[in-house]
């Protein structure tokens, strides 16, 4: 028996709305550009990647930031062996968040510690061999003694 193959436009639709995870970058194929879009499992239970590909031509991928929210229409694809979304529209939803200032430098280096007083300690040598023993370490001022700043 024969079945005609019908072309159910319905069922293989996607509609997604996510966060941009990577910026739109060329693909192997010609003319195609791809991006990663994260999107909330439901009850929060952590984050689905969808790769997402378009055509390149479409001028809302160049509008496209990592960190701004998407909207992203289409229909399934198996390309290499891989599950992924050929955009048929995508558009920005909300801007990415604006980029943080750099925090300002720390002052202090990576010298040693003030100078202070080590207190006196048990120390285990040789552990798991014939000489194995324990022994006193003395209490000792450690640390750098010049002051900060030289």
């Known amino acids: 028996m024969r079945y005609a193959r019908c072309e159910m436009p319905s069922l293989n639709r996607v509609h997604l709305i996510g966060v941009v995870a990577t910026r739109p970058q060329q693909t192997?194929?010609?003319?195609?550009?791809g991006f990663v879009l994260m999107t909330e499992r439901?009850?929060?239970?952590?984050?689905?990647?969808?790769?997402?590909?378009?055509?390149?031509?479409?001028d809302a991928l160049r509008e496209l930031h990592v960190g701004a929210s998407a909207y992203v229409r289409g229909?399934?694809?198996?390309?290499?062996?891989?599950t992924v979304v050929v955009a048929?529209?995508?558009f920005?939803?909300?801007p990415a968040p604006p980029?943080?200032?750099?925090?300002?430098?720390?002052t202090t280096t990576h010298r040693s510690p003030a100078a202070h007083e080590r207190r006196g300690h048990l120390r285990h040598i040789g552990a798991g061999t014939p000489r194995e023993r324990l022994v006193w370490v003395r209490?000792?001022?450690?640390?750098?003694?010049?002051?900060?700043?030289?």
């Open 42 to 58: 439901p009850r929060g239970s952590g984050v689905e990647r969808h790769r997402i590909v378009a055509s390149s031509d479409t």
């Open 75 to 82: 229909h399934l694809e198996r390309r290499r062996g891989r």
């Open 88 to 90: 048929a529209e995508s």
């Open 99 to 106: 980029i943080a200032e750099e925090p300002e430098r720390p």
């Open 139 to 150: 209490a000792t001022t450690v640390g750098d003694r010049a002051p900060a700043g030289e």
């Open 28 to 33: 192997g194929d010609a003319g195609v550009v």
């Open 92 to 94: 920005v939803v909300g």
